[in-house]
């Protein structure tokens, strides 16, 4: 699932909680699509500077994650995230788990975003504008 090519700009550390553990003391699964979901609005974040929740127009409607390797109390991880491709509604996102200490990457996602109308609960098209700001963001231009 994952390119090695990827370049991925933004990186969200992670701190793993007691509570985040299986019985086996791995991270749970259900858990790290929710480190996921934090990668993912922290990078819709900096590019929106602050996120405003009442005008939040993208909703996640897919989600598909390889998991390589677990995930450990004593693990310092981050989550990077990156757009790879924007379409008339939808916008697809790779995002990985990375040990910070090894580099390791411990699990890889593939998420949709598609644009939403809150006032009809139908999908609407990405703004030109997020377009342009996560395409500079991917360019490094800010």
Partial sequence: MDNQDLIYRHKTPVQIRMTDLDPFGHVNNGVIYAYYDVGRLHYLGHLNDPIQWEKMDKVLVHTSCDF??????ED?????????AIGNKSITMMQR?????????KSVCLSILSGYDRTTNTSKPITSAFKE???MFEAQKF
């Fill in 97 to 105: 788990i990375v040990d910070d200490n090894t580099g390791k990457i």
């Fill in 76 to 84: 310092k991880i981050s989550v990077e995230t990156k757009i790879t």
């Fill in 68 to 73: 390589r390797e677990a995930i450990l109390f």
């Fill in 133 to 135: 700001k996560a395409e």
